[in-house]
């Protein structure tokens, strides 16, 4: 090739081409010999390239490739490897009892570790990442639960939710005592005060704590009991501890009494399989607040 | 064609005319066309060492036979652990990331005793260079040993330099074909087992052997096997002295660190000018004239395995393998002059007699004191900690979320994420303290209380086991947004302990 044209263009010292256009000549200057040839076997290797894996695109699919090789069934395949691998384990958490979960040590650990990840995708957007709650949300880490601790009651609110509208959920509202006008303005404030020297909050100077006293065992003991100490089976709280669920401040109390409470927990039976539901519910017990 | 532009600043004034003229005339000569002729590269020269016996050609081969065997053989060694380790003496244990060296196992996390290992080695070189230069080039590195063992089997198949030179400038026959056809299936039989010794240090050395006997060996085994095989053949039985002349640091590290006290192999010029033919060398002395020792016989190049000239002083190129001294021994011997014309000698000690002054070696120097301090100082620390290294160890991990947790009668909890590492090989039965609170109770999360109320971590040997602990304080006093404490780690049986310092969280004030 370069025989052809020994011509050197006298100012770099480079072949020339031969090619001339108005006065202006063409330099020769090749690719290494080395670089052609790796370009060359990259365009044979390409032709078994195309060979082996899918790549002409068709009309309405593509050439398959000898190997039957699929990215989409590539990552089938892994996650299939995956069930696979963790099969046993995953099997003997769905059909083992809560209590036979938590004195295996093997299974105790499989299931919290099952427990983190279904957390974070599922309940995290409320009860925050290691279930420290949120106003509205109850942390799950304390030992006072709304509708009980022990891991037979944890399982039941997973499942079916609170207020969600299953028939085996939660159910029990704070009614609308203000709205509904059950209570006027000047008494709501009177059990609101009442409410927060349960705890031993300090109440509004000079008030007559008898009033609310008295409202409160008419309207409110129902439900929260006689003494506050509230009741699991309609989810009413403990007005007599150090935790509120929405906050301690009066006018957060008066709120409550004056529009009710009721926040939702979807049911998370429908959603949830068999084995995660249990290794949620061993995974939120043993935040550290669970009851024996 | 490169044209070297001279820029000068504006500043710069340039008063005489004579000093202008220098300018240009520099500019002019920069701007010469440079000389495209000249090669890049050196072709290379294929190197036919000849054999040769004496001192130095034995202590090479006590070294050959003793490290290679080293290298081969130490996988096999067992050294018995217990039933809860593995019983090679030394394994790099990459599944189970453990390191076994006799009765030492590491953790990944002791990497730093490597790193010392590293320190220590590089002493060691420094210290050996300063005392006799390249004992490392010339007898121990890996590069050396199989190279010369390599050159043993070409000798031994190819004849030595003469023969094997002689058949190789000939047309080749099939006599040519057939001797080098056997070469190379000893260099790749030698080349493979290298490979085949270097994967025993990962697994246990007669299982995998079995394995790689019926074929069911892993993969990976099969690969670096080749990878090896590759890499021996082509390092020692093609490239050579090449390696030490273009791909190894160590020659240019070594030229930067050396220093004139330093034993070289030197050829003794004083004692070697003029050199001339024995013959002549008779009939000059004969008329009292001066004559020097060496008789340009070449066996000195003719021996060595880089092909260096040793007479003609220090060289990059000289590994320092005294296999010249050993050459020229033998024939100073023959011709009845003392020995020693190449010998470990130093440049300033050839100045000092060519001045007729006494001769001096000076092993004991500023650097050769101070290396010898750095690595007694790294040594023994590192034996020191060796010596003194806990068995037993715990990392404590706050929660993040939430950092504080008020139960109901208003006192706070903190929880913790606990590893515990268990170093012994058996099973270890822990608890755990915690100081720095008025009134605390800890508590493993799901882990039932013994009869008498506490509660143990079992740890199996060699293992480490994650615990969550939450800790209540009962305080009636507040503590403060953050209290420092501490986690001590118990083992109820040896009572050996592991402190860990961490912080208890709370509102604040």
């Keep these: 090739m370069a025989e052809e044209h020994k011509e050197i263009d006298p100012i770099t010292g480079t072949p020339t081409t031969g090619h001339e256009w108005d006065g202006l000549r063409e330099l020769n200057t090749p690719l290494p010999r080395w670089w052609l040839w790796l370009f060359y076997i990259t365009i044979i290797w390409s032709v078994g390239y195309w060979i082996v894996y899918p790549a002409w695109p068709l009309l309405t699919n593509s050439t398959q490739g000898v190997l039957g090789y699929h990215t989409r069934s590539a990552v089938a395949e892994d996650l299939d490897g995956l069930k696979q691998q963790r099969g046993p384990m995953v099997e003997k958490l769905a059909t083992a009892s809560l209590a036979s979960i938590v004195v295996d040590p093997q299974l105790l650990e499989f299931a919290r570790a099952q427990g983190r990840v279904a957390f974070a995708d599922n309940c995290a957007p409320c009860h925050g990442a290691g279930g420290g709650g949120a106003k509205g949300y109850p942390n799950l880490n304390d030992d006072d639960w709304l509708w009980g601790g022990k891991l037979a009651d944890i399982e039941q609110t997973i499942r079916y939710g609170a207020r969600a509208g299953d028939d085996k959920g939660r159910s029990g509202l704070m009614p609308a005592f203000g709205r509904d006008n059950i209570l006027k303005p000047n008494e709501i404030s009177a059990v609101a005060d009442y409410t927060r020297s349960l705890s031993g909050l300090p109440t509004e100077p000079g008030i007559d704590l008898g009033l609310g006293k008295k409202l409160f065992a008419d ?69 550290g607040g669970g009851e024996k | 064609m490169t044209a070297r532009v001279r820029t000068m600043s504006l500043d710069q004034q ?92 590491i953790w990944p996390q002791e990497v730093y005793y490597l790193t010392g290992l590293l320190i220590l080695a590089a002493i060691v070189l420094f210290l050996m260079n300063a005392v006799a230069g390249r004992v490392w080039c010339g007898y121990l590195c890996p590069q050396t040993v199989w190279t010369d063992l390599f050159f043993a089997i070409e000798r031994l198949v190819e004849g030595d330099r003469r023969e094997h030179m002689q ?30 010794a270097w994967v025993l240090y990962f697994a246990d050395a007669p299982t995998l052997v079995k394995e790689l006997a019926t074929g069911t060996a892993p993969f990976i085994a099969y690969a670096w096997i080749g990878i090896l095989t590759v890499t021996t053949y082509f390092l020692a039985g093609h490239m050579r002295e090449q390696v030490c002349l273009y791909m190894c640091p160590w020659p240019r590290i070594q030229a930067a660190l050396t220093d004139e ?249």
């Design chain 1, 219 to 287: 309207n409110c003991a129902v439900c929260h009991g006689p003494d506050g100490k509230g009741n699991r089976e309609t989810g009413a709280p403990d007005l007599t501890d150090k935790i509120w669920l929405y906050g301690a401040d009066k006018q957060i109390i008066v709120q409550g009494i004056q529009n009710g409470r009721g926040s939702v927990m979807p049911a998370w039976g429908g959603r949830l399989s068999e084995s995660t539901i249990k290794a949620l519910t061993v995974y939120v017990h043993t935040f």
């Design chain 2, 14 to 105: 340039i008063t005489s005319e004579p000093a202008l003229a220098r300018l240009v005339a520099e500019a002019e000569i920069g701007a010469a066309p440079p000389d495209d002729d000249v090669p890049l590269y050196a072709p290379r020269r294929k190197i036919y060492p000849q054999s040769v016996r004496g001192t130095f050609r034995n202590v090479k081969w006590a070294v050959l036979v003793v490290t290679l065997a080293i290298y081969y053989l130490l996988p096999f060694v067992r050294w018995d652990r217990g039933p809860n380790a593995p019983s090679q003496a030394v394994l790099i244990d990459f599944p189970n990331r453990r390191f076994y060296f006799f009765s030492i196992e």
């Design chain 2, 167 to 196: 058949r190789d400038s000939r047309n080749w026959t099939v006599e040519t074909y057939v001797r080098k056809g056997i070469k190379h299936s000893l260099w790749l039989f030698v080349a493979w087992w290298t490979g085949g």
């Design chain 2, 261 to 509: 006290f330093a034993l070289n192999v030197t050829y003794r010029y004083d004692r070697g000018e003029p050199r001339c033919s024995a013959k002549k060398a008779e009939q000059l002395r004969a008329h009292g004239q001066p004559a020097g020792d060496c008789v340009d016989c070449l066996q000195c190049v003719h021996v060595c395995p880089t092909g260096v000239d040793i007479r003609g002083g220090a060289n990059l190129g000289c590994i320092q393998c005294g296999l010249c001294i050993d050459a020229c021994d033998a024939i100073m011997n023959k011709l009845g002059r003392a020995t020693g014309l190449i010998a470990y000698d130093t440049d300033l000690n050839i100045k000092e007699r060519l001045e007729d002054k006494q001769p001096f070696y000076k092993p004991v120097r500023l650097r050769t004191v101070l290396y010898a301090a750095i690595i007694a100082v790294v040594g023994g620390v590192m034996l020191y900690t060796l010596a003194t290294r806990d068995s037993e160890g715990m990392s404590v991990i706050h929660d993040r979320n939430p950092m504080y947790v008020r139960l109901s009668d208003g006192s706070l909890r903190n929880g913790y994420t606990i590893r515990i590492v268990n170093k012994q090989l058996k099973y270890r039965d822990f608890i755990i303290r915690v100081d720095g609170l008025p009134s605390t109770l800890i508590d493993f999360v799901g882990l039932p209380p013994r009869a008498d109320g506490r509660q143990l971590v079992t740890v199996g040997p060699d293992q480490t086991k994650e615990v969550r602990l939450v800790v209540t304080d009962y305080s009636t006093t507040p503590p403060a947004a953050s209290t420092s404490i501490l986690f001590k780690l118990i083992d109820i049986d040896s009572g050996q302990t592991a402190e860990v310092r961490d912080h208890f969280f709370g509102p604040g004030q």
